[in-house]
């Protein structure tokens, strides 16, 4: 008599296949990786090569007698004219009072955000949920702002600027992104349209104002956005060279953008300062860098929320 075991048969395993088709898509996103991060990586290492050493081997995968002589240099600790040797005729000759132009980037950049993320949002709430003649009208209006290329209005910003004394100050840095732009107007009133109307019919009925109700119920619902379109606005305003360049030369108000162009023509041989100006690159990326690391999971949610929406 056949035992139980001997009756049963092994069921052979399917054969695992190869997806082709996943793997070639995962190639091609390490490959875009790659092209995306290589150029910051090639920005650290030349950052830390000693700067005698820049040109003799440039083909270098790794720094070439690694050190931190150009941060020191960077961020002022350690003064250029003091250097002898070869490496001295690579390095610029003046410094960058960095300190200076970093409290400037960010004063610029936090002002820029706050008032664009606070103005935006008014208008955006008023666009979305307050009833006035012509409204959708002055928004289509408003919205085509959007396919007006930035450069054209650097022309009449700038005479607006000039003719109110503003050049070379910070308010003439700041103005013309301080209130709103059409991209945070369109990206907030989404939110808003998304919310529950029953919620501020409430307040209204039971005697809320109408900026109590977007200042109590509809903005803290929609903190996410919010922080997001201040992430964003801040990041551009850091990275904004041309507009600071034009308005804000002076020492005094020079944000960092502006700083390191300067501080690249200031090698006495007319070639750059490769490698302080890639340490001075490296440290003001810094917050941006913090910034998504801590709060890009933020814009991330709030951009496919807008998305299902």
């Known amino acids: 008599m056949m035992t139980a075991f001997s009756q049963t048969r092994i069921q052979p395993q399917p054969e695992r296949r190869i997806r082709w088709g996943n793997i070639l898509l995962w190639v091609f996103i390490g490959f875009m990786v790659f092209i995306t991060l290589f150029p910051f990586y090639w920005v650290l290492r030349t950052a830390l090569t000693d700067p005698g050493s820049i040109y003799g081997h440039a083909s270098e995968f790794l720094p070439y007698n690694?050190?931190?002589?150009?941060?020191?240099?960077?961020?002022?600790?350690?003064?250029?004219?003091?250097?002898?040797?070869?490496?001295?005729?690579?390095?610029?000759?003046?410094?960058?009072?960095?300190?200076?132009?970093?409290?400037?980037?960010?004063?610029?950049?936090?002002?820029?955000?706050?008032?664009?993320?606070?103005?935006?949002?008014?208008?955006?709430?008023a666009f979305a949920r307050m009833k006035f003649p012509f409204?959708?009208?002055?928004?289509?209006?408003?919205?085509?702002?959007?396919?007006?290329?930035?450069?054209?209005?650097?022309?009449?910003?700038?005479?607006?600027?000039?003719?109110?004394?503003?050049?070379?100050?910070?308010?003439?840095?700041?103005?013309?992104?301080?209130?709103m732009t059409p991209f945070s107007v369109f990206f907030m009133r989404q939110f808003f349209l998304s919310l529950n109307?029953?919620?501020?019919?409430?307040?209204?009925?039971?005697?809320?104002t109408a900026f109590g109700v977007f200042w109590r119920i509809a903005l803290p619902l929609i903190r996410g956005p919010v922080l997001t379109l201040a992430l964003l606005t801040f990041i551009g305003s850091w990275n904004e060279y041309l507009w600071p360049f034009l308005v804000g030369r002076d020492e005094n108000i020079r944000v960092l953008t502006v700083a390191l162009n300067v501080f690249k023509s200031q090698t006495p041989q007319g070639s750059p300062d490769w490698a302080g100006l890639m340490a001075g690159t490296v440290v003001s990326i810094v917050p941006t860098i913090l910034l998504f690391l801590f709060f890009g999971r933020r814009v991330v949610d709030s951009v496919q929320f807008s998305g299902f929406k």
Do not use: H
């Open 66 to 125: 690694a050190t931190l002589f150009n941060f020191q240099r960077v961020l002022g600790m350690i003064d250029p004219s003091t250097v002898v040797g070869e490496s001295a005729s690579n390095l610029s000759a003046g410094t960058i009072n960095f300190w200076v132009y970093l409290r400037n980037s960010f004063l610029v950049s936090g002002i820029t955000m706050l008032g664009q993320s606070l103005f935006s949002t008014m208008a955006a709430y």
């Open 197 to 208: 109307r029953d919620l501020t019919e409430a307040a209204l009925l039971d005697g809320a």
């Open 135 to 179: 409204r959708d009208q002055i928004f289509f209006v408003y919205l085509a702002g959007l396919m007006v290329p930035g450069i054209v209005l650097f022309i009449p910003n700038f005479v607006l600027i000039r003719q109110l004394g503003w050049i070379g100050t910070f308010q003439g840095v700041i103005a013309p992104t301080f209130l």
